[in-house]
């Protein structure tokens, strides 16, 4: 059984960088495709990056792009979200996610298998 683990939340201030990591077990890393979402009082869960199997197509949020990379290591079978010039609006809880697909997947739907989501607060 596929398995996702967030680590690397917490508290940080307006400005502020954190890198979240996902790595995942019970399964062939390689296949599958990742992605990180959000998801905070008022909104749904929505895309925050997403990227391939291979790691050579990658995804972001309009509200994102310059500010945040998304990168895997499929030797360590783990998945990052470096987070840069954070803004309050970023506070969230973060969900990884995985597909076993050969495309890359933007939207929640496809994705079976989550995290149990971890806590980022901005602070302004």
């Known amino acids: 059984q596929v398995q996702l683990a967030e680590s690397g939340g917490g508290l940080v201030q307006t400005g502020g960088s954190l890198r979240l990591s996902c790595t995942v077990s019970?399964?062939?890393?390689?296949?599958?495709?990742l992605a990180w979402f959000r998801q905070d009082p008022v909104n749904g869960r929505d895309v925050v990056a997403a990227?391939?199997?291979?790691?050579?197509?990658?995804y972001y949020a309009d509200s994102v792009k310059g500010r945040f990379t998304i990168s895997r290591d499929n030797a360590k079978s783990t998945m990052y979200l470096q987070m840069n010039g954070m803004k309050p609006e970023d506070t969230a809880v973060y969900y990884c996610?995985?597909?076993?697909?050969?495309?890359?997947?933007?939207?929640?739907?496809?994705?079976?298998?989550w995290g149990q989501g971890i806590q980022v607060t901005v602070s302004s």
């Open positions: 996610a995985a597909v076993q697909s050969s495309r890359l997947r933007v939207t929640k739907d496809p994705y079976g298998y």
């Open positions: 019970g399964g062939t890393f390689s296949l599958y495709g």
């Open positions: 990227i391939s199997r291979s790691g050579g197509d990658t």
